[in-house]
Protein backbone atom coordinates (compact mmCIF):
# COMPACT_ATOMS: atom_id res chain seq x y z
CA UNK A 1 0.00 0.00 0.00
CA UNK A 2 2.39 2.45 -1.29
CA UNK A 3 0.20 5.91 -0.36
CA UNK A 4 0.74 5.07 3.27
CA UNK A 5 4.09 6.19 3.56
CA UNK A 6 5.57 7.00 6.54
CA UNK A 7 2.95 5.71 9.28
CA UNK A 8 2.08 2.16 10.54
CA UNK A 9 -1.42 2.48 11.04
CA UNK A 10 -4.46 2.28 8.54
CA UNK A 11 -6.00 5.18 9.29
CA UNK A 12 -5.22 8.79 8.20
CA UNK A 13 -6.66 12.32 7.16
CA UNK A 14 -6.19 13.82 3.59
CA UNK A 15 -5.93 17.04 3.09
CA UNK A 16 -6.53 17.91 -0.79
CA UNK A 17 -4.18 21.74 -1.52
CA UNK A 18 -5.59 22.24 -4.35
CA UNK A 19 -9.25 22.83 -2.66
CA UNK A 20 -7.07 25.12 -0.33
CA UNK A 21 -5.54 27.14 -3.60
CA UNK A 22 -9.09 27.23 -5.07
CA UNK A 23 -10.81 28.48 -2.13
CA UNK A 24 -7.99 31.24 -1.39
CA UNK A 25 -8.30 32.32 -5.19
CA UNK A 26 -11.88 32.52 -5.57
CA UNK A 27 -12.19 34.77 -2.46
CA UNK A 28 -8.98 36.62 -3.60
CA UNK A 29 -11.26 37.37 -7.22
CA UNK A 30 -14.11 38.79 -5.40
CA UNK A 31 -11.48 41.23 -3.39
CA UNK A 32 -11.05 45.06 -4.96
CA UNK A 33 -7.33 45.39 -6.02
CA UNK A 34 -5.23 46.55 -2.72
CA UNK A 35 -7.71 44.53 0.41
CA UNK A 36 -5.07 41.72 1.48
CA UNK A 37 -5.82 38.12 2.70
CA UNK A 38 -4.86 37.00 6.11
CA UNK A 39 -4.79 33.55 5.90
CA UNK A 40 -5.89 32.26 9.36
CA UNK A 41 -3.90 29.16 10.22
CA UNK A 42 -3.88 29.04 13.69
CA UNK A 43 -4.59 25.30 15.86
CA UNK A 44 -2.71 23.60 13.25
CA UNK A 45 -4.46 25.06 10.46
CA UNK A 46 -7.84 23.95 11.82
CA UNK A 47 -6.23 20.76 12.09
CA UNK A 48 -5.01 20.71 8.50
CA UNK A 49 -1.38 21.16 8.55
CA UNK A 50 0.00 24.94 9.49
CA UNK A 51 3.28 24.82 6.97
CA UNK A 52 1.47 22.69 4.33
CA UNK A 53 -1.64 25.17 4.41
CA UNK A 54 0.71 28.48 5.04
CA UNK A 55 2.46 27.96 1.98
CA UNK A 56 -0.69 26.88 -0.32
CA UNK A 57 -2.09 30.34 1.11
CA UNK A 58 0.93 32.46 0.31
CA UNK A 59 1.46 30.98 -2.59
CA UNK A 60 -2.55 31.37 -3.85
CA UNK A 61 -1.64 35.38 -2.84
CA UNK A 62 -2.58 35.60 0.63
CA UNK A 63 -0.26 38.10 1.59
CA UNK A 64 -0.36 37.75 5.68
CA UNK A 65 -0.26 34.65 8.01
CA UNK A 66 -2.57 34.56 11.45
CA UNK A 67 -2.34 32.44 14.02
CA UNK A 68 -3.99 32.66 17.91
CA UNK A 69 -0.57 32.04 19.86
CA UNK A 70 2.95 33.08 19.55
CA UNK A 71 3.96 29.76 20.11
CA UNK A 72 1.88 29.16 16.32
CA UNK A 73 3.80 31.93 14.91
CA UNK A 74 7.44 30.52 16.28
CA UNK A 75 6.46 27.10 15.33
CA UNK A 76 5.51 28.32 11.47
CA UNK A 77 9.37 30.57 11.46
CA UNK A 78 10.74 27.77 12.81
CA UNK A 79 9.56 25.98 9.42
CA UNK A 80 10.55 28.57 7.34
CA UNK A 81 8.69 30.93 6.95
CA UNK A 82 9.21 34.17 6.35
CA UNK A 83 5.91 35.91 5.56
CA UNK A 84 4.11 38.59 8.35
CA UNK A 85 2.74 36.77 11.00
CA UNK A 86 -0.33 37.76 13.36
CA UNK A 87 -0.45 36.29 16.90
CA UNK A 88 -4.43 37.38 17.29
CA UNK A 89 -4.66 36.50 20.96
CA UNK A 90 -3.11 38.10 23.94
CA UNK A 91 0.50 37.25 24.40
CA UNK A 92 2.58 38.30 27.71
CA UNK A 93 4.48 41.34 27.72
CA UNK A 94 7.64 39.47 29.12
CA UNK A 95 7.72 37.98 25.70
CA UNK A 96 7.88 40.97 23.94
CA UNK A 97 11.67 40.15 23.32
CA UNK A 98 11.04 36.95 21.35
CA UNK A 99 8.15 38.26 19.36
CA UNK A 100 10.57 40.86 18.37
CA UNK A 101 13.47 38.69 17.86
CA UNK A 102 10.78 36.80 15.17
CA UNK A 103 9.52 39.48 13.61
CA UNK A 104 6.01 37.95 14.78
CA UNK A 105 3.29 40.99 15.10
CA UNK A 106 1.55 41.04 18.01
CA UNK A 107 -2.39 41.80 18.87
CA UNK A 108 -2.66 44.59 21.94
CA UNK A 109 -5.34 46.17 23.47
CA UNK A 110 -3.98 47.40 27.12
CA UNK A 111 -1.77 50.53 28.17
CA UNK A 112 -0.57 48.35 30.58
CA UNK A 113 0.99 46.15 28.04
CA UNK A 114 2.64 48.45 26.75
CA UNK A 115 4.37 50.12 29.75
CA UNK A 116 5.49 46.62 30.59
CA UNK A 117 6.80 45.89 27.26
CA UNK A 118 8.72 48.63 27.32
CA UNK A 119 10.89 46.97 30.49
CA UNK A 120 11.64 44.18 28.23
CA UNK A 121 13.18 45.92 24.80
CA UNK A 122 16.06 47.39 24.48
CA UNK A 123 16.44 50.71 22.36
CA UNK A 124 17.15 49.04 18.92
CA UNK A 125 14.71 46.36 19.15
CA UNK A 126 10.84 45.84 17.10
CA UNK A 127 8.04 45.16 17.23
CA UNK A 128 4.97 45.82 15.06
CA UNK A 129 1.98 45.88 16.48
CA UNK A 130 -1.96 45.82 15.97
CA UNK A 131 -4.27 47.33 18.01
CA UNK A 132 -7.25 45.03 18.74
CA UNK A 133 -10.72 47.06 19.19
CA UNK A 134 -13.97 45.53 20.98
CA UNK A 135 -17.00 46.54 18.95
CA UNK A 136 -19.51 43.95 20.54
CA UNK A 137 -17.47 40.48 20.59
CA UNK A 138 -16.84 41.00 24.48
CA UNK A 139 -13.44 39.35 23.85
CA UNK A 140 -10.36 41.39 23.64
CA UNK A 141 -9.87 44.98 22.77
CA UNK A 142 -10.19 48.72 23.40
CA UNK A 143 -13.57 49.93 23.92
CA UNK A 144 -13.85 53.42 23.25
CA UNK A 145 -12.17 56.14 21.55
CA UNK A 146 -10.91 57.38 24.53
CA UNK A 147 -8.88 53.93 25.17
CA UNK A 148 -7.70 53.58 21.70
CA UNK A 149 -6.31 57.26 21.91
CA UNK A 150 -4.35 56.29 25.32
CA UNK A 151 -2.82 53.03 23.69
CA UNK A 152 -1.79 54.90 19.98
CA UNK A 153 -0.47 57.88 22.33
CA UNK A 154 1.63 55.52 24.14
CA UNK A 155 2.79 53.60 21.04
CA UNK A 156 3.51 56.68 19.04
CA UNK A 157 5.82 58.08 21.47
CA UNK A 158 8.27 55.37 22.02
CA UNK A 159 9.84 54.15 18.55
CA UNK A 160 9.95 50.25 19.61
CA UNK A 161 6.39 50.00 18.98
CA UNK A 162 5.48 50.29 15.52
CA UNK A 163 2.03 50.37 14.81
CA UNK A 164 1.07 47.94 11.65
CA UNK A 165 -2.67 47.80 11.54
CA UNK A 166 -5.97 47.94 13.59
CA UNK A 167 -9.02 45.53 13.84
CA UNK A 168 -12.01 44.24 15.34
CA UNK A 169 -13.70 40.75 15.08
CA UNK A 170 -17.55 40.52 14.27
CA UNK A 171 -19.81 38.08 16.50
CA UNK A 172 -22.48 37.37 14.15
CA UNK A 173 -21.10 38.06 10.43
CA UNK A 174 -22.26 34.37 9.42
CA UNK A 175 -25.85 35.05 10.81
CA UNK A 176 -28.63 36.41 8.23
CA UNK A 177 -30.02 38.98 10.41
CA UNK A 178 -27.58 41.66 9.59
CA UNK A 179 -28.07 44.02 12.61
CA UNK A 180 -25.79 43.55 15.14
CA UNK A 181 -22.77 43.42 12.76
CA UNK A 182 -24.17 46.63 11.43
CA UNK A 183 -23.95 47.63 14.71
CA UNK A 184 -20.26 46.71 15.41
CA UNK A 185 -18.90 47.93 11.92
CA UNK A 186 -20.46 51.76 12.56
CA UNK A 187 -18.90 51.42 16.14
CA UNK A 188 -15.63 50.07 14.57
CA UNK A 189 -15.96 52.98 11.93
CA UNK A 190 -16.39 55.33 14.85
CA UNK A 191 -13.84 54.70 17.55
CA UNK A 192 -10.85 54.30 14.53
CA UNK A 193 -11.93 57.88 13.30
CA UNK A 194 -10.27 58.83 16.78
CA UNK A 195 -6.54 58.16 15.49
CA UNK A 196 -4.04 60.58 14.65
CA UNK A 197 -3.13 58.32 11.80
CA UNK A 198 -4.39 55.45 10.18
CA UNK A 199 -1.99 52.22 10.21
CA UNK A 200 -1.04 50.66 7.14
CA UNK A 201 -3.42 47.89 7.37
CA UNK A 202 -7.07 48.37 8.91
CA UNK A 203 -9.28 44.88 9.06
CA UNK A 204 -12.32 43.73 10.38
CA UNK A 205 -13.74 40.45 8.47
CA UNK A 206 -13.66 36.78 9.03
CA UNK A 207 -14.70 34.40 6.10
CA UNK A 208 -18.41 34.94 7.00
CA UNK A 209 -18.17 38.56 6.28
CA UNK A 210 -15.20 38.83 3.45
CA UNK A 211 -18.44 36.80 1.42
CA UNK A 212 -21.14 38.66 2.07
CA UNK A 213 -20.21 42.32 3.42
CA UNK A 214 -17.81 44.59 1.21
CA UNK A 215 -18.75 47.60 3.37
CA UNK A 216 -16.06 45.87 5.65
CA UNK A 217 -13.38 45.01 3.73
CA UNK A 218 -11.03 47.97 4.70
CA UNK A 219 -7.95 46.56 3.02
CA UNK A 220 -7.07 43.06 4.19
CA UNK A 221 -9.59 40.27 5.53
CA UNK A 222 -9.07 37.45 7.62
CA UNK A 223 -9.73 34.59 6.06
CA UNK A 224 -10.28 30.97 8.28
CA UNK A 225 -13.13 28.30 7.73
CA UNK A 226 -13.80 29.29 3.85
CA UNK A 227 -9.78 28.70 2.90
CA UNK A 228 -10.59 25.12 4.08
CA UNK A 229 -14.00 24.84 1.94
CA UNK A 230 -16.65 25.21 4.85
CA UNK A 231 -19.35 27.35 5.17
CA UNK A 232 -19.08 29.70 8.31
CA UNK A 233 -22.57 28.35 8.88
CA UNK A 234 -25.24 26.84 7.58
CA UNK A 235 -28.05 29.54 7.13
CA UNK A 236 -25.21 31.35 4.87
CA UNK A 237 -24.64 28.36 2.63
CA UNK A 238 -27.20 29.98 0.04
CA UNK A 239 -25.58 33.50 0.48
CA UNK A 240 -21.81 32.08 -1.14
CA UNK A 241 -21.54 33.32 -5.17
CA UNK A 242 -19.24 30.48 -5.53
CA UNK A 243 -18.04 26.88 -4.74
CA UNK A 244 -15.97 25.97 -1.89
CA UNK A 245 -14.18 22.83 -2.03
CA UNK A 246 -13.72 21.05 0.82
CA UNK A 247 -9.91 20.10 1.85
CA UNK A 248 -9.86 17.31 4.79
CA UNK A 249 -11.06 13.91 4.54
CA UNK A 250 -10.52 10.90 6.47
CA UNK A 251 -9.97 7.43 5.50
CA UNK A 252 -9.34 4.21 7.21
CA UNK A 253 -8.89 0.13 6.24
CA UNK A 254 -10.69 -2.70 7.36
CA UNK A 255 -8.31 -4.34 9.38
CA UNK A 256 -10.75 -7.53 10.63
CA UNK A 257 -13.49 -8.62 8.99
CA UNK A 258 -15.87 -11.46 10.41
CA UNK A 259 -19.73 -13.26 10.06
CA UNK A 260 -21.91 -12.70 13.41
CA UNK A 261 -24.56 -14.88 13.83
CA UNK A 262 -27.98 -13.88 15.24
CA UNK A 263 -27.37 -13.01 18.87
CA UNK A 264 -23.43 -11.91 18.75
CA UNK A 265 -22.82 -8.89 20.30
CA UNK A 266 -20.31 -6.11 19.80
CA UNK A 267 -17.62 -3.93 22.11
CA UNK A 268 -17.83 -2.45 25.20
CA UNK A 269 -20.99 -3.04 27.20
CA UNK A 270 -22.07 -5.61 24.46
CA UNK A 271 -24.70 -3.37 23.60
CA UNK A 272 -24.89 -4.13 20.48
CA UNK A 273 -26.59 -7.29 19.28
CA UNK A 274 -26.63 -8.91 15.32
CA UNK A 275 -30.25 -9.78 15.23
CA UNK A 276 -29.64 -11.46 11.88
CA UNK A 277 -26.42 -13.41 9.95
CA UNK A 278 -24.03 -10.42 8.87
CA UNK A 279 -20.56 -8.97 8.66
CA UNK A 280 -18.94 -6.62 10.32
CA UNK A 281 -15.78 -5.04 10.32
CA UNK A 282 -13.16 -3.32 12.49
CA UNK A 283 -11.48 -0.07 11.61
CA UNK A 284 -8.31 1.38 13.62
CA UNK A 285 -9.50 4.94 14.62
CA UNK A 286 -11.21 5.36 17.65
CA UNK A 287 -12.22 8.71 20.48
CA UNK A 288 -8.41 8.84 21.04
CA UNK A 289 -8.31 10.32 17.43
CA UNK A 290 -10.95 12.80 18.32
CA UNK A 291 -13.66 9.67 16.97
CA UNK A 292 -15.57 10.24 19.61
CA UNK A 293 -18.18 7.94 21.09
CA UNK A 294 -21.25 10.35 20.06
CA UNK A 295 -20.48 9.01 16.45
CA UNK A 296 -21.76 5.76 17.55
CA UNK A 297 -24.26 5.31 14.84
CA UNK A 298 -22.86 7.47 12.27
CA UNK A 299 -22.64 6.53 8.83
CA UNK A 300 -19.35 5.77 6.83
CA UNK A 301 -18.82 4.71 2.93
CA UNK A 302 -17.19 1.70 2.25
CA UNK A 303 -16.90 -0.17 -1.16
CA UNK A 304 -18.85 3.25 -2.37
CA UNK A 305 -21.48 2.39 -0.22
CA UNK A 306 -22.92 3.99 3.44
CA UNK A 307 -22.07 1.35 6.08
CA UNK A 308 -23.12 2.02 9.82
CA UNK A 309 -20.79 2.15 12.96
CA UNK A 310 -22.30 -0.33 15.66
CA UNK A 311 -21.14 -0.77 19.42
CA UNK A 312 -19.52 1.82 21.32
CA UNK A 313 -16.35 2.97 19.56
CA UNK A 314 -13.25 2.15 21.62
CA UNK A 315 -10.02 4.50 22.05
CA UNK A 316 -8.66 2.84 19.06
CA UNK A 317 -10.86 0.78 17.44
CA UNK A 318 -14.81 0.99 16.16
CA UNK A 319 -16.73 -1.10 14.23
CA UNK A 320 -18.78 -0.73 11.22
CA UNK A 321 -21.76 -3.25 9.69
CA UNK A 322 -20.57 -3.96 6.03
CA UNK A 323 -23.20 -4.80 3.54
CA UNK A 324 -21.72 -7.45 2.43
CA UNK A 325 -18.23 -9.11 3.10
CA UNK A 326 -15.52 -7.14 2.03
CA UNK A 327 -11.80 -8.27 2.27
CA UNK A 328 -9.10 -6.70 4.88
CA UNK A 329 -7.60 -3.77 3.64
CA UNK A 330 -10.78 -2.41 2.00
CA UNK A 331 -10.68 1.75 1.94
CA UNK A 332 -13.10 3.21 4.71
CA UNK A 333 -14.17 7.24 4.43
CA UNK A 334 -15.32 8.63 7.41
CA UNK A 335 -15.44 12.22 5.94
CA UNK A 336 -14.92 12.81 2.32
CA UNK A 337 -15.98 11.10 -1.16
CA UNK A 338 -16.39 7.44 -2.18
CA UNK A 339 -18.11 7.27 -5.80
CA UNK A 340 -21.13 8.95 -6.15
CA UNK A 341 -21.43 9.12 -2.26
CA UNK A 342 -20.05 11.95 0.08
CA UNK A 343 -20.13 12.27 3.91
CA UNK A 344 -19.28 16.22 4.63
CA UNK A 345 -17.62 17.17 7.38
CA UNK A 346 -21.39 18.83 8.52
CA UNK A 347 -22.63 15.42 8.10
CA UNK A 348 -19.93 15.14 11.21
CA UNK A 349 -21.11 18.41 12.92
CA UNK A 350 -24.80 17.88 12.92
CA UNK A 351 -24.06 14.31 14.27
CA UNK A 352 -22.22 15.39 17.41
CA UNK A 353 -24.36 18.47 17.54
CA UNK A 354 -21.66 21.13 16.88
CA UNK A 355 -20.26 23.75 13.99
CA UNK A 356 -18.07 22.18 11.39
CA UNK A 357 -14.90 24.46 12.32
CA UNK A 358 -14.96 21.88 15.35
CA UNK A 359 -14.63 19.11 13.17
CA UNK A 360 -11.25 18.88 11.70
CA UNK A 361 -9.65 20.58 15.18
CA UNK A 362 -10.64 17.78 17.19
CA UNK A 363 -9.26 15.03 14.95
CA UNK A 364 -5.85 14.44 17.17
CA UNK A 365 -2.18 14.39 16.24
CA UNK A 366 -2.13 10.41 16.24
CA UNK A 367 -4.23 10.83 12.85
CA UNK A 368 -1.19 11.51 10.42
CA UNK A 369 -1.69 13.89 7.60
CA UNK A 370 -1.06 13.10 3.72
CA UNK A 371 -1.33 16.30 1.67
CA UNK A 372 -2.48 15.64 -2.39
CA UNK A 373 -1.60 17.98 -5.19
CA UNK A 374 -3.08 17.58 -8.63
CA UNK A 375 -4.19 13.97 -7.30
CA UNK A 376 -0.87 13.52 -5.75
CA UNK A 377 1.07 12.60 -2.63
CA UNK A 378 3.15 15.57 -1.79
CA UNK A 379 3.98 15.49 1.94
CA UNK A 380 2.98 13.41 4.86
CA UNK A 381 2.88 14.04 8.58
CA UNK A 382 3.23 11.46 11.00
CA UNK A 383 3.26 13.59 14.31
CA UNK A 384 4.41 10.53 16.37
CA UNK A 385 7.30 9.69 14.47
CA UNK A 386 8.51 13.37 13.68
CA UNK A 387 8.29 13.09 10.14
C1 LIG B 1 -10.31 32.53 13.97
C2 LIG B 1 -10.42 33.97 13.65
C3 LIG B 1 -10.70 34.39 12.34
C4 LIG B 1 -11.09 33.44 11.24
O1 LIG B 1 -12.48 33.23 11.28
P1 LIG B 1 -13.22 32.31 10.19
O2 LIG B 1 -14.64 32.38 10.60
O3 LIG B 1 -12.65 30.95 10.36
O4 LIG B 1 -12.94 32.89 8.88
C5 LIG B 1 -10.66 35.75 12.08
N1 LIG B 1 -10.36 36.64 13.04
C6 LIG B 1 -10.12 36.29 14.32
C7 LIG B 1 -9.82 37.32 15.33
C8 LIG B 1 -10.14 34.94 14.68
O5 LIG B 1 -9.89 34.58 15.94
Same mark, same amino acid.
Given at each position: ??E??????????E?DLD??????????? @?????????????????????????????????????????????????????????? &???? #?????????????????? @????????????????????????????? #??????????????????????????????????????????????????????????? #??????????? /???????? =????????? /?? =??????????????? @???? /?????????????????????????????????????????????????????? &????????????????????????????????????? @??????????????????????????????? #??YKKGGKIV????? &????
Open positions: MEQGYFYRDTWAICIAENVTSVKR @QLPQGVDVIAVVKANAYGHGDIQVAETALASGAAYLAVAFMDEAIALRNKGIKAPILV &LGAS #RPEDVKVAAEFTITLTIF @QKEWLKKAQEYLLTDERVSLHIKVDTGMG #RLGVRSSEELKAVEQMILADERFQLEGIYTHFATADALDDTYFRQQLALFETIISALTK #RPKYVHSSNSA /AAIRFPKA =YFNAVRLGI /AM =YGLTPSIEMEKEIPF @QLRE /AFSLQSRLVHVKKLQKGDKVSYGATYESDQEEWIGTIPIGYADGWIRKLQGQEL &LVGGKRSTIVGRICMDQCMVRLPSYMPIGTKVTLIGR @QEDQFISVNEIAAKLETINYEVPCIITNRVP #RLDIKNY &LLNN
